[in-house]
Nanobody, 114 residues
Framework: QVHLVESGGGLVQPGESLRLSCVAS????????VAWHRQAPGKERELLGH????????FLADSVKGRFALSRDATKNTVYLQMDDVRPEDTAVYYC???????WGQGTVVTVSS
């Protein structure tokens, strides 16, 4: 069983930065992927990118390329989502997910507003 906890969300102004954390605990598969998703009000969930347990990263969302970055601290079982130059359209609940197993965190709310 894997338990995921996101943190770091809050209210920020456009152009500012924010770093979200996803801390995993429990028993992990030998090989796994941690992904960041977000869901904005009234919209479908969007996959932003993922980090492989071997450290490879990949971004899938054009909307965040060049502004967001993924990193991983294996010693802390933590995956980070660095959000720079945030925009009002980045307002959403941000979730991390671990596969295999479809484990989800409870989400952390990011609101971008002036």
């Amino acid at each position: 069983q894997v338990h995921l906890v996101e943190s770091g969300g809050g209210l920020v102004q456009p152009g500012e930065s924010l770093r979200l954390s996803c801390v995993a605990s429990g028993t992990f598969p030998r090989v796994y992927i941690v992904a960041w998703h977000r869901q904005a009000p009234g919209k479908e969930r969007e996959l932003l990118g993922h980090v492989h347990s071997k450290g490879l990263t990949e971004f899938l969302a054009d909307s965040v390329k060049g502004r967001f970055a993924l990193s991983r601290d294996a010693t802390k079982n933590t995956v980070y989502l660095q959000m720079d130059d945030v925009r009002p359209e980045d307002t959403a609940v941000y979730y991390c997910q671990l596969n295999p197993g479809e484990y989800w965190g409870q989400g952390t709310v990011v609101t971008v507003s002036s």
